[in-house]
């Protein structure tokens, strides 16, 4: 196992065009995450899966973003209709969870996603 | 938004020095852990420690809590040019709230 992979690495995008990234977690892991970090701030909480079911989405996520993660291996993070300010760094990330508790949940992260919105 | 601050926001000190690097956090946490990352690549967990723990330590880095003033701090010991990375503190909370929160980070820099 390579690890958690995302694709791809690089996207430029006018404003207005959809995007969508793709994340390959640790084949093992059944929790899946997704997070946005921007300049010199740390990484933002968008979104996490347990299997194939959406636990938790940020309030502060708009409409235009959709994420899924059908079969509970993959992931793709849909942005509709792109604005400047979505230029970010996507980071996906995987852990294994055990159990009912928390527990320590590591999570290993993605060499993410940037985005760059024109 | 993010749960955290960390102080300071930047740091530098010379190879063989100790870098030390704090955290606050503002709700009841299960456990708090620090990453790494270094420019433009994804986090690397370092450390974790459970809410009942104070200090824990592996390798060069050792990790205190208070709970009581929800606070961390990660110090590093005998720095080297490759721990010249940003630093995260993360804190997970309790069943039915387990994501992972960060903190703003400390960018450290060791001058070789």
Redesign the interface.
Same mark, same amino acid.
């Given at each position: 196992d390579t690890g958690v992979s995302q694709d791809p690495r690089h996207k430029i995008t006018k404003r207005g065009q959809n995007v969508t990234f793709r994340c390959d977690p640790i084949s093992e892991h059944n929790r899946l995450y997704w997070y946005r970090q921007t300049l010199g701030q740390g990484p933002e909480f968008l979104t996490y899966f347990q299997n194939e079911a959406q636990l938790e989405k940020s309030r502060l996520l708009s409409d235009r973003f959709s994420a899924e993660r059908p079969k509970g291996s993959f992931s793709t993070l849909e942005i509709q209709r792109t604005e400047q300010g979505d230029s970010a760094m996507y980071l996906c990330a995987s852990s294994l969870q055990a159990g009912v508790s928390s527990g320590a949940n590591v999570l290993t992260f993605g060499a993410g996603s940037r985005l760059t919105v024109l | 938004? *993010?749960q955290g601050e960390e102080d300071p926001q930047a740091l530098s000190i010379q190879e063989g020095e100790n870098a030390t690097m704090n955290c606050s956090y503002k709700t009841s946490i299960?456990?708090l *852990?620090w990453?790494r990352q270094n420019s433009g690549?994804?986090?690397?967990?370092l450390i974790?420690i459970?809410s009942n723990e104070r200090e824990k330590h592996s390798g060069r880095l050792r990790v205190t809590l208070d709970t009581s003033k929800k606070s961390s701090s990660l110090l590093i010991t005998a720095s080297r040019a490759a721990d010249t990375a940003s630093y995260?503190c993360a804190t997970?909370?309790?069943?039915g709230n387990?994501?992972?929160?960060?903190?703003?980070?400390t960018r450290l820099t060791i001058i070789p």
């Open positions: - | 938004s *993010q299960n456990n *852990q990453y690549r994804g986090l690397v967990h974790l459970r995260f997970m909370g309790d069943f387990e994501k992972l929160t960060f903190g703003t980070g």
